[in-house]
């Protein structure tokens, strides 16, 4: 699975995880206003009557009577609280100094006193300290144990938000491959389709959209392999049904009278262009289907053709440097598209072609090129070039015979090898066809 950011799977995995921030950002929320603020303005409460209790020597009891408490007393009252006096330059005020302001109890505080006051917080050794300083109390600051709120407490929460966040990624991460799963798949049909193969039936299931789309892609795959079969089947026949008057034909020509020779070479010439048209339409046709590989050596397969195509005075300039590894590809299809491309330098050119070849620097694919001194072509003329039934006139400025199927040719059997075509005019005149292919086998 590709974890693109434009794919649907790494787009719902970020909305699943910007909603689950959300829900933690409001569970925050919901949390401080309607349980933690609450809290704190009872403990603020219950804070400032402590200090009152410093303060005052009457106490209001809850049944109304009033009673009187002598300064030993109050002061063993908030021992037993923990809470502790201190003078502002003593030795055990220094914590006041390093502890931090809390904004929001020093204001209540100070409306509960009305009297302004400073309440900081600290981390003691074992659990937080509260400091505060009143003008209530000029000549003292008070300091206050909170036992019962220790930095671990706050360990499992962060701890248990990590684990349910994590839950929820996993989740929704499983779930999306599983229903991606069906769409992998039918990506890799169609990329087979592309290739000219034929995928098997693709298993319906996943959700009601997806089932749908899989039902109409295995109608769709056997539509294209039945045109297939049809076409194939067509122009076989057509071309048996073509091939056998043309051969009646060439078969009285030759049998025509010495004074008709003339008459006769020229309907040789005509029949023999019409059959070499006819297995051109064919080679475009077989050209569909993705043949059977094997590896292969690329310079000796290029050799080979250097050789077939260099007969009857043709001389090729050969250029191979050795290639560490072999190419997968179906040996007849690929000598066709290299032949192909040599007999178009040939028939453009003034004579001279060459045959080069080498390897990327990363030994990730092979490369060879033929060249020509011919004309070259116009930059707007590449793409052109290797469209079905574009000949010469229209390619590379000139005309020439031919059905305009042989530049075809050469990129479908290339496409379906995965590989690459660059057309580019030499400085010294005429044109370099470039082709990639990934390299498979890497020799030791």
């Keep these: 699975m590709r974890l693109s950011p434009k ?184 990329l087979q389709v592309g290739r000219g193969e034929t995928p098997p039936q693709l298993p319906e299931q996943g959700a009601s959209e997806i089932r749908s789309v899989t039902k109409a892609f295995n109608q769709m795959s056997q539509g294209i392999k039945q045109l297939e079969d049809d076409r194939a089947l067509l122009m076989a026949g057509v071309s048996h049904d073509l091939r056998t008057p043309l051969t009646r034909i060439r078969l009285a020509t030759e049998m025509m009278s010495p004074e008709d020779s003339y008459l006769a070479e020229s309907m040789i010439t005509d029949t023999e262009e019409c059959n070499a048209i006819i297995s051109q339409f064919m080679d475009y046709l077989k050209s569909t289907k993705k043949q059977d590989e094997e590896d292969i050596d690329l310079n000796l397969l290029l050799e080979d053709v250097a050789h077939t195509e260099g007969s009857y005075g043709n001389v090729i300039e050969q250029q191979l440097t050795p290639v560490p590894g072999t190419i997968s590809a179906n040996a007849v299809a690929l000598k066709r598209a290299v032949a192909n491309l040599v007999i178009n330098a040939q028939r453009y050119g003034n004579g001279w072609v060459r045959i080069s070849s080498g390897a990327s620097v990363d030994r990730k694919s092979a490369w060879f090129c033929v060249e020509d001194d011919g004309p070259g072509i116009e930059p707007n003329q590449v793409t052109k070039m290797f469209q079905p039934l574009t000949r010469g006139d229209s390619a590379r400025g000139s005309e020439t015979e031919g059905t305009g199927l042989g530049l075809a040719i050469v990129k479908r059997i290339i496409d379906q090898n995965e590989g690459a075509i660059s057309v580019r005019n030499r400085s010294e005149g005429g044109l370099r066809v470039e082709i990639s292919l990934p390299l498979h086998k890497l020799k030791p």
Excluded: C
């Design 7 to 190: 794919s649907t799977f790494a787009r719902t995995l970020i909305l699943l995880a910007g909603l689950l921030i959300a829900s933690q950002i409001f569970s925050y929320l919901t949390i401080v206003n309607y349980a933690l603020l609450p809290s704190i303005q009872q403990f603020n409460r219950i804070l400032a009557y402590e200090v009152k209790l410093m303060l005052k020597e009457d106490i209001k009891m809850a049944d109304g009577q009033t009673i009187y408490l002598d300064r030993p007393i109050r002061r063993k009252l908030l021992e037993e609280l923990g809470v502790t006096l201190h003078a502002p330059n003593s030795p055990g005020a220094e914590e006041f100094n390093d502890a931090t302001h809390i904004s929001y109890l020093s204001e209540e505080m100070s409306r509960e006193l009305h009297s302004p006051t400073d309440v900081r917080l600290l981390l003691g050794t074992h659990s937080y300290v509260l400091w505060m300083k009143t003008d209530a109390m000029p000549n003292f600051l008070m300091r206050i144990p909170l036992s019962e709120l220790q930095e671990d407490d706050f360990a499992p929460l962060f701890r248990y938000s990590l684990i349910i966040a994590f839950l929820v990624i996993a989740g929704g991460w499983l779930f999306i491959r599983i229903q991606n799963r069906p769409l992998v798949e039918l990506e890799q049909a169609a």
